[in-house]
């Protein structure tokens, strides 16, 4: 089943399903099957942070496989009568549910997965399966669920033999036509729709408690994660910077209106954000030389490549010694022109045209400042840390590194 809308029904269910297990003893109503992502640590958070206010006891646990779905299920899903609401965070819209997990006859399974295409077998069940979905496919999809809405017999009384075959014909072009669009879907490459916390957010909304600190935050990473890393276009990045900036300022308008917030400075901003990474944390050389988008459109990895970067800067008169320097030691004249130099100097020339983007600055207090892209960053590595192919420990590192992952995102580790 695939829902776009009615995410405060979807919330509500879950919550009374985990109430009315109260009284049946003391196991945990709400598992959390999330993939070590950043999208999905900012949608873990996101979630939690609801359940949390509504006194709903549940459990986390990272999944990076197929294997690690069949542990789960063999340790706290088969034969567990507690166990009511099973979220599946980016992982799980794309295997049968039903053929992954031993269900017990109460138990349901929520998917919010940025991963495409679904499942067929999870769209079309409408027990056991209940897809978040943001509404890009919702037209493919009711199609398919759909397909045998018109193939009843109850009208056909009273025709012709001749009229009949004609009927028949007609149904069995449907079916066909139905089952290679089915075929279509399914044979799809992947590609990635909405955010897994994007659609966390949308159900706090619809539920009244995006007022939580930090939702929004958690919601703008998440989103910033998928364009990153390349995972959405550019043209669908600008459309949520749009939504994100309307409720950003909406928020900035209560905070005016007494939260006591505004007072520590605390607050998120658009600003413009540059496609190389760490730059403020690092040096702006290294933060250039280790772009992906910088090395492919200046061939970094030749030595011609590498001069021609040594050539932009130059032509933006910054000394190499200073584009070594740890950014924060840089000379303020060099940091405040960085802007307009690399759009004078990168543009169609360089090949640089793209090198700013919009993004959100979080400020915590009057001093300290993150930018999304940062967070991302920051967060993927710990997430990636240590996960050598070469190193005996990787098997289960990548779990550890998800709870490092997770804390980093609270403000206590800004």
């Known amino acids: 089943m695939v829902i776009t809308t009615k995410f405060d029904e979807v919330y509500k269910m879950i919550k009374e399903d985990a109430l009315n297990n109260m009284g049946f003893g003391s196991g945990t109503s709400v598992l959390i099957l999330a993939a070590p992502s950043c999208d999905g640590l900012c949608a873990c958070r996101i979630f939690k942070s609801m359940l949390k206010v509504d006194g709903i006891t549940h459990q986390i646990l990272p999944v990076s496989c197929y294997e690690d779905l069949e542990s789960a299920d063999e340790k706290m899903i088969k034969n567990n009568e507690h166990l009511r609401s099973i979220i599946m965070i980016n992982c799980g819209g794309g295997v049968d549910i039903l053929e992954t997990f031993n269900l017990e006859e109460n138990a349901v399974v929520y998917i919010v997965d940025t991963h495409r295409p679904y499942h067929l077998a999870n769209v079309l069940d ?70 897994a916390s994007s659609i966390m957010y949308d159900l706090a909304c619809k539920n009244r408690l995006d007022t939580l600190d930090d939702l929004l935050w958690f919601a703008i990473v998440g989103m910033s994660d998928q364009f990153v890393h390349e995972r959405i276009s550019r043209e669908r990045y600008t459309k949520e910077i749009q939504k994100y900036n309307e409720l950003v300022l909406s928020m900035h308008l209560s905070n005016d209106e007494g939260d006591a917030r505004s007072h520590k400075g605390d607050r998120i901003e ?21 772009s992906r988008y910088i090395a492919c459109k200046l061939g970094i990895w030749k030595q011609n490549g590498r001069k021609r970067l040594e050539v932009l800067l130059a032509r933006m008169g910054i000394p190499l010694d200073q584009s070594h320097q740890k950014y924060t030691a840089m000379r303020e004249d060099i940091k405040d022109g960085l802007k307009g130099k690399l759009e004078t100097f990168g543009g169609k020339e360089v090949g640089l045209e793209d ?60």
């Open 126 to 195: 409408e027990q056991k399966g209940v897809i978040l979905d943001d509404g890009e496919d919702y037209e493919i999809l009711q199609s398919l669920v759909n397909e045998d809405d018109d193939e009843g017999e109850g009208s056909m009384s009273g025709q012709s033999d001749a009229e009949l075959d004609g009927v028949h014909s007609e149904m069995d072009r449907k079916k066909k036509r139905k089952r290679r669009e089915a075929e279509a879907y399914e044979d799809r490459a992947g590609y990635y729709g909405c955010s």
């Open 355 to 414: 090198l700013c983007y919009p993004s959100f600055h979080k400020y915590q207090g009057y001093t300290l400042q993150i930018s999304a892209a940062d967070t991302v960053y920051a967060a993927t590595a710990l997430l990636e840390n240590g996960n050598g192919m070469d190193d005996p420990r990787a098997e289960r590192t990548w779990a550890s590194n998800f709870w490092v992952g997770y804390d980093s995102l609270g403000n206590d580790t800004l």
């Open 270 to 290: 658009v600003k413009d954000e540059y496609r190389f990474m760490l730059y403020r944390h690092w040096n702006l050389y290294d933060a250039m030389y280790h």
